[in-house]
């Protein structure tokens, strides 16, 4: 790992923090808005969204849904930009689809899981990704499950374990290889330290490995592109950064790993706008923004003739400590570049500018 330049350094700026007055579990931005959203468990074990709007230096709550049940994860990767509805996972296993103007009745609602809904991620929405806009829950159960709005109550695709395999509780998921109307994974992340890679297209287990702690969060560094690189961080305070361009027969994807600290590393998420810089979340209640590096070869030929991967370096753009309590939550925000908004156990969210992007 190196260390960049002093004077090129981004800085990560806290720009807002909110107190809020329940436990966050996830942010995301409103897509081409000045908007965001909180979504969390209330004291009296029900569930919240709030809405935000940043204005100058202040956010100002537009808007307090309350739900039954606490809410733990959401996205807004399956629908249109003209719609925005929002698709949540909840602590009783129940996957609904909001329109935020009228977010009284789910326009959509299926009992995914018969446990909580720890992870969610869309695609075939927002100009991201080719083909059906589908939404895949990763669930306590031990199961992966991928769904079509269009389609009630049944998932297009459920990944379980084999008979006889115990199940696992499968804390993270997310969407890949979007690149036309056929080609799809998922990726999806579990207790045990395995990450398994389903292809869509041909319904099957593409690769599997495993990290030895647990997958905290997994991420392409882009949907809608051929695969391309996968981070996921671990209970350990480690991450991987897997090269996914090639695919060797006995030896799956060459990576790379970084110690980054002692807690856990909560997410990780990717630039929009350059799928090379990346940043972390931590249990410490730390930030730290990377830039991978590619091998001056991605590939190269082993004693057998057959194709392997070559990993890259990272190095470390920038860290910051904002909070004693874990960040959980992160999202890049898709219209503003270094825009970014976090979400940590401390009750607080903050929006933070990340600057001098355009000079790595």
């Known amino acids: 790992m190196s260390a960049v330049a002093g004077a090129e350094r981004p800085q990560v700026v806290s720009h807002v923090q909110q107190a809020l007055s329940y436990t966050v579990f996830d942010c ?3 897509p081409r808005s000045a908007r965001l959203l909180c979504l969390g468990s209330a004291a009296r074990g029900t569930g919240l969204v709030q809405l935000y709007e940043l204005r100058g230096a202040r956010l100002e709550l537009l808007r307090e849904i309350e739900k039954p049940k606490p ?11 003209q719609q925005r509805y929002l698709a949540t996972g909840d602590f009783d296993g129940n996957l609904n689809i909001w329109n935020l103007e009228a977010p009284e009745i789910p326009v959509y609602s299926v009992k995914g899981h018969k446990e909580i809904i720890n992870s969610i991620d869309g695609v075939g929405g927002l100009g991201i990704g080719e083909g059906a806009p589908e939404i895949v829950t990763g669930s306590r159960d031990g199961t ?34 979007a690149y036309n109307q056929e ?17 869509l297209k041909t319904m099957s287990l593409r690769w599997e ?11 392409f560094d882009r949907k ?16 991987h950064v897997f090269d ?25 998420r990717h630039l929009p706008q350059n799928r090379d810089i990346f940043m972390t979340s931590g249990g410490s209640g730390s930030l730290h923004l990377w830039k991978y590096e590619y091998p001056a070869q991605r590939s190269k030929k082993d ?58």
């Open 244 to 268: 996914m361009r090639t695919q060797h027969p006995t030896k799956g994807f060459a990576s790379i790993s970084e110690k980054v600290q002692k807690s856990t590393i909560w997410q990780v």
């Open 209 to 219: 490995t495993n990290i030895k702690n647990g997958v905290c969060s997994v991420e």
């Open 303 to 360: 004693s057998e003739g057959s194709e392997m991967g070559v990993a890259g370096s990272v190095s470390l753009l920038q860290n910051v400590t904002l909070s004693t309590q874990p960040i959980s939550s992160l999202d890049w925000s898709p219209d503003k570049k270094g825009l970014c908004v976090c979400g940590a156990f401390d009750q607080t969210v903050r929006v933070l500018i990340v600057t001098k992007l355009n000079k790595i």
């Open 71 to 81: 809410i733990k994860c959401g996205t807004f990767g399956a629908t249109s930009l």
């Open 183 to 199: 080609e799809r994974v998922v990726c999806a992340g579990y207790d045990n330290g395995d990450i398994k890679l389903f292809d």
């Open 28 to 30: 995301k931005w409103v």
């Open 224 to 239: 809608d592109i051929n695969m391309n690189k996968l981070v996921a961080t671990s209970l350990e305070g480690k991450f």
């Open 144 to 177: 992966v499950k991928v769904w079509d709005p269009r389609q009630k109550d049944t998932p297009v695709a459920n990944m379980e374990p084999v008979q006889g395999e115990s199940k696992r509780d499968c804390w993270t998921v997310a969407f890949g290889n």
